[in-house]
């Protein structure tokens, strides 16, 4: 069975930074795109990065470039999005999602509160 | 940038009548290998999005039948042949072709009447 589980969200300063985590199994990791996708509180889906299987290719939507980071240990099935100088409106819920062209699999989101 | 228009962005319905949701793409979403990444995804109150409906018209492994997906080029429909209450949340759809970014629509809220 698939599973993506998120960790690492929670409560930040503006102008800090956090590192999210998502442990993926049931599959071969190492094979597939992946990518984060947030949900601002009651808004919709906003896809934010994504990372070749192999990490060589990386991918963000303009609003992140520079600030955040995607990276992929595949030897421990690990995702990670490195998110530095935040602000209000980084405060979502992000998404790990698998194979960023069909997002066939979702994780369960971890919340990241970005307030004074 | 592709951009996603859904509408209506609001569908009450009527339990075991049907519901249709458009989705409109401002280009093509045929890609160059035949394929048109067009997906759908239904998100349930407090729940994370779960595809539906990929490549246009593929329903997923435990999607029930009563969910179909159709269209081409820029044009997409998802319908609920007969809606449950278990429907009720919103539908996204999501475009895989042009990339990046991939883009979603604004989302349908699908409530009972």
């Known amino acids: ?116 | 940038d592709v951009v996603m228009t859904q509408f209506p962005l609001s569908l009450p319905v009527t339990l075991g009548q049907p519901a249709s949701i458009s989705c409109r793409s401002s280009q093509s979403l045929v890609y160059t290998d035949g394929n048109t990444y067009l997906n759908w995804f239904q998100q349930r109150p407090g729940q994370s999005p779960r595809r539906l409906i990929y490549k246009v018209s593929n329903r997923d492994s435990g999607v029930p039948d009563r969910f179909s997906g159709s269209g081409s080029g820029t044009d997409f429909t998802l319908k609920i042949s007969r809606v449950e209450a278990e429907d009720v949340g919103i539908y996204y759809c999501m475009q895989g072709t042009h990339w990046p970014p991939f883009s979603f629509g604004p989302g349908t809220r699908v409530d009972i009447k």
């Open chain 1, 1 to 116: 069975e698939v599973q993506l589980v998120e960790s690492g969200g929670g409560l930040v300063q503006p102008g800090g930074s956090l590192r999210l985590s998502c442990a993926a199994s049931g599959f071969t990791f190492s094979n597939y795109w992946m990518s984060w996708v947030r949900q601002a509180p009651g808004r919709g889906l906003e896809w934010v990065a994504n990372i070749k299987h192999d990490g060589s290719d990386k991918y963000y939507v303009d609003s992140v470039k520079g600030r955040f980071t995607i990276s992929r240990d595949n030897a421990k099935n690990l995702l990670f999005l490195q998110m530095n100088s935040l602000t209000a409106e980084d405060t979502a819920v992000y998404y790990c999602a698998r194979d960023p062209r069909v997002v066939d699999y979702w994780g369960q989101g971890t919340l990241v509160t970005v307030t004074s």
